[in-house]
């Protein structure tokens, strides 16, 4: 397995959870990074991506103001601090690789994924 996501669990609106993703390769912080989230019944969406420079972060409308992504090369791990959750923020995370250097709000742009982890927010 080379992306290993952490950190989901159960939380009420409001409040706030920190998910985490290490990267087993260790060439791929020369890899865009990304977070992905897939609700019930929903198509999976993008959440937030970094460059490879642990710059250039961009986020979804849905999710600006209330997540941050962090990245530490040096660890080849990324986060994703998320505050002032919703119940509409329930769904399965993923952290995935981007193909290119840069981050992309488009699945297709990344080439690995992580296993998920799972965040509900009760109301």
């Known amino acids: 397995v080379q992306l290993q996501a952490s950190g989901g669990g159960l939380v009420q609106a409001g409040g706030s959870l920190r998910l985490s993703c290490t990267d087993s390769r260790r060439t791929s912080s020369n890899n865009g990074m990304g977070w992905f989230r897939q609700g019930p019944e929903k198509e999976r969406e993008f959440v937030a991506g970094v460059a490879w420079n642990g710059g250039n972060t961009v986020y979804a409308d849905s999710v600006k103001g209330r997540f941050t992504m962090f990245r530490d090369r040096a660890a080849n791990t990324v986060s994703l601090q998320m505050t002032s959750l919703k119940p509409e923020d329930t769904a399965v995370y993923y952290c995935?690789?981007?193909?290119?250097?840069?981050?992309?709000?488009?699945?297709?742009?990344?080439?690995?994924w992580g296993q998920g982890t799972l965040v509900t927010v009760s109301s």
């Open positions: 995935a690789r981007a193909r290119g250097a840069w981050a992309s709000t488009t699945a297709r742009d990344y080439a690995y």
